[in-house]
C-alpha cells in the first residue's frame, strides 16, 4: 500500500533563506513522486515528478527534490525563498502497478515567507 | 493544450438541499477523472475516480455520490446536504496509469 508523510505541517522561513519541506513515503513497488503548490482558494498545480529518471528533479519556481530510496524520502528544497513561494504544499506517491490509478496525498505543508 | 473547468465556484447551501457540482475537460479524450474534498486545515480526500464512462469507484461511503455521464463530464451530486460536506472540491485529470494529475480551480462549497 502507498503512503506518504509530510513532516512539519507548517513552515516559516525568511526570505532569501533556503527552504525545506520533508516528504517520505511508503510503496512496495517503486513509486512515481510529486509535488504539488496550491495557493489560497485555487486548484493544485504541479511543481515537479519523479518517475525513475535522475534521482535530482528540478521543477518550477525554482525548486527542486530528490529521490533518495535508501530513505524512503522525497525532500523539496529551494536555495533562496522569494514571497511567493507562500502557499500550501503537498506530496504525493502512487505505486507503479497496472491498474493503479489513484495518487495519494501527504496532508500538506504550509509554508510561510518572513520578510 | 488540456484544460479543466469546474464550476461553480462558490456555493453556498442549506443543509438538506440537493447539490451538483459540475466538472469538465477539455483538450483530451478518455481521460481518468477524479473528485476530492479539501476540509480547512486537512489534505486531499479522494472521494470518486472513474476510468472511463459510466465507471465510478467510491473511496469513502458518505451521502454524495459522482456520475460521467460523458468522456469528459464529472458530476458530484448530493441528494441532502449535511454540514460536514462543507468544503473545498477539486475535480483533477490524469492520463495513462499513473500519471500526473491536473486540477481543477475548485469550487468552495458552504453548507449552513
Known amino acids: 500500500a502507498q503512503s506518504v508523510t509530510q513532516l512539519g505541517s507548517h513552515v516559516s522561513v525568511s526570505e532569501g533563506a533556503l527552504v525545506l519541506l520533508r516528504c517520505n513515503y511508503s510503496?512496495?513497488?517503486?513509486?512515481?513522486l510529486f509535488w504539488y503548490v496550491q495557493y489560497p482558494n485555487q486548484g493544485l498545480q504541479l511543481l515537479l515528478k519523479?518517475?525513475?529518471?535522475?534521482?535530482l528533479v528540478k521543477g518550477i519556481n525554482g525548486f527542486e527534490a530528490e529521490f533518495k530510496k535508501s530513505e524512503t524520502s522525497f525532500h523539496l528544497t529551494k536555495p533562496s525563498a522569494h514571497m511567493s513561494d507562500a502557499a500550501e504544499y503537498f506530496c504525493?506517491?502512487?505505486?507503479?502497478?497496472?491498474?493503479?490509478?489513484?495518487?495519494?496525498f501527504g496532508t500538506g505543508t504550509r509554508l510561510t515567507i518572513i520578510p | 493544450s488540456q484544460t479543466i473547468h469546474q464550476w461553480p465556484a462558490t456555493l453556498v447551501q442549506p443543509v438538506g438541499s440537493p447539490l451538483s457540482l459540475e466538472c469538465t475537460v477539455e483538450?483530451?479524450?478518455?481521460?481518468?477523472l477524479y473528485w476530492y474534498r479539501q476540509a480547512a486545515g486537512r489534505g486531499l480526500q479522494l472521494l470518486f475516480y472513474?476510468?472511463?464512462?459510466?465507471?465510478i469507484s467510491s473511496e469513502v461511503p458518505q451521502n454524495l455520490s459522482a456520475s460521467r455521464p460523458q468522456d469528459r463530464q464529472f458530476i458530484l451530486s448530493s441528494k441532502k446536504l449535511l454540514l460536514s460536506d462543507s468544503g473545498f472540491y477539486l475535480c483533477?485529470?490524469?492520463?495513462?496509469?499513473?500519471?500526473?494529475?491536473?486540477f481543477g480551480p475548485g469550487t468552495r462549497l458552504t453548507v449552513l
Open positions: 483533477a485529470w490524469s492520463k495513462g496509469v499513473p500519471d500526473t494529475q491536473y
Open positions: 510503496s512496495s513497488v517503486p513509486p512515481y
Open positions: 519523479y518517475t525513475s529518471a535522475a534521482t
Open positions: 504525493a506517491v502512487s505505486e507503479r502497478n497496472f491498474g493503479n490509478e489513484k495518487l495519494t
Open positions: 483538450g483530451t479524450s478518455n481521460p481518468n
Open positions: 472513474s476510468v472511463g464512462i459510466g465507471q
